[in-house]
Nanobody, 118 residues
Framework: QVQLVESGGGLVQAGGSLRLSCAAS????????MGWFRQAPGKGREFVAR????????YYANSVKGRFTISGDNAKNTVYLQMNSLKLEDTAVYYC???????????WGQGTQVTVSS
């Protein structure tokens, strides 16, 4: 069993910053990539960012490029999401995920709420 635990969510004013953290624990698994997704009220879950550990490749959704930065430590199975210049539309539950291959995410966290106020 692999558990992902997110932390760092909260309430922030528009234009502010938050840093999310996610740590994986439990049994050893082949960690190919880790990523962040979010789900706003009444909407489906959407991709935010991911890091592919081999080569340190980073990918972002267009909506967060230039404002969010993903980073992490493969050896510690930990990933972070630095969120700057937050907008009202960034309000969502943010989920951490881990993938053991290039095709799907195998493990998901429970999510952490991020609320951006005006």
């Amino acid at each position: 069993q692999v558990q992902l635990v997110e932390s760092g969510g909260g309430l922030v004013q528009a234009g502010g910053s938050l840093r999310l953290s996610c740590a994986a624990s439990g049994r050893t698994f082949s960690n190919y990539a880790m990523g962040w997704f979010r789900q706003a009220p009444g909407k489906g879950r959407e991709f935010v960012a991911r890091i592919i550990w081999t080569g340190g490749r980073l990918y972002y959704a267009n909506s967060v490029k230039g404002r969010f930065t993903i980073s992490g430590d493969n050896a510690k199975n930990t990933v972070y999401l630095q969120m700057n210049s937050l907008k009202l539309e960034d309000t969502a539950v943010y989920y951490c995920a881990a993938a053991s291959n290039a095709y799907e995410y195998d493990y998901w966290g429970q999510g952490t709420q991020v609320t951006v106020s005006s």
